[in-house]
């Protein structure tokens, strides 16, 4: 899964189809851990929550690449 992806005519870079799992998979994980309250011991959220992002997708990336 290399390279582009054809959606209807239109190439897609792969990169966007991760980015967009890895968003999906960082908003639960947002959900579940402002569920248990888990942000009140974050200092700066956002960095919190694009740190996890990253990992996510290096992860997604790393997992595809063994395909």
């Known amino acids: 899964m290399i390279g582009e992806i054809n959606l209807g005519g239109v190439f897609v870079p ?18 579940i851990l402002a569920r248990y309250y888990f942000y009140r011991h974050v200092w700066q959220h956002t960095l919190f929550n694009f740190a996890i992002f990253v990992i996510i997708l290096g992860g997604i990336v790393f997992f595809v690449s063994l395909i």
């Open 14 to 31: 792969s990169i966007v189809l991760w980015c967009i799992a890895a968003l999906i998979i960082l908003l639960l994980i947002k959900k």
